[in-house]
Structure formats: structure tokens, C-alpha cells
């Protein structure tokens, strides 16, 4: 099995940074792709950003010039580096992972979740 911890939430003032982490670990064999979603209360999860095998990345419209995903591969970790934060950016961030346990077995798996509050 493959397991997600998350790390980095906390709250921070308008116009401030936070870093999140996630980190995997257990059986795997690769990983293909790794993203970060959220969900603020009373609304739907969405996509934040995902990045894939080579790199590519994706960001939400909201996120875009400000938030930038990045990931070790050595260590199994996707990283969002959040900047100029906005108090509409308050959520619960996910991690997301997509891989394969061996050549046949694939995995999805999801974060616990991490609080971000960005508020005065």
C-alpha cells in the first residue's frame, strides 16, 4: 500500500507564502502523476495544480503567477509553493498521487488534507 503525508498548512496573513508538502511511501514502483486539490467549506474539491512524469505542470486559473508545483522524485515528494496568498485561497489542500505498485498494480491515492487559513 502507498501512504500520504502531508505537511505545511497553518494560517498566514494576506499577501503571505506557505510551502506544503506530501511525501509518499510504501510499495512503489513509479509514479506518474502528483497533484495538489482543495476544498473550501460548502464548495466542491478542485484542482489546484498537477504536475506528470517530464514535468509538465497544470494550474487552476485562480492559482496561476502565484502557486508553483514542483517535485523530487528521489524522495517521492510534491511540493506547492504558495505566494501572495488571498483569503479566497482558504482551504483544506489535498495531495494527490497516481502511480503503480508494479508493472500491473496502479494506485490513486489522497492526502489527509492540510488546513491553509489565510485571513488578517
Known amino acids: 500500500q502507498v501512504q500520504l503525508v502531508e505537511s505545511g498548512g497553518g494560517l498566514v496573513q494576506p499577501g503571505g507564502s506557505l510551502r506544503l508538502s506530501c511525501a509518499a511511501s510504501g510499495i512503489i514502483f513509479s509514479i506518474n502523476a502528483m497533484g495538489w486539490y482543495r476544498q473550501a467549506p460548502g464548495k466542491q474539491r478542485e484542482l489546484v495544480a498537477t504536475i506528470i512524469s517530464g514535468d509538465s505542470t497544470n494550474y487552476a486559473d485562480s492559482v496561476k503567477g502565484r502557486f508553483t508545483i514542483s517535485r523530487d522524485n528521489a524522495k517521492n515528494t510534491v511540493y506547492l509553493q504558495m505566494n501572495s496568498l488571498k483569503p479566497e485561497d482558504t482551504a483544506v489542500y489535498y495531495c494527490?498521487?497516481?502511480?503503480?505498485?508494479?508493472?500491473?498494480?496502479?494506485?490513486?491515492?489522497w492526502g489527509q488534507g492540510t488546513q491553509v487559513t489565510v485571513s488578517s
Open positions: 494527490n498521487v497516481d502511480g503503480k505498485s508494479s508493472w500491473y498494480e496502479t494506485f490513486s491515492v
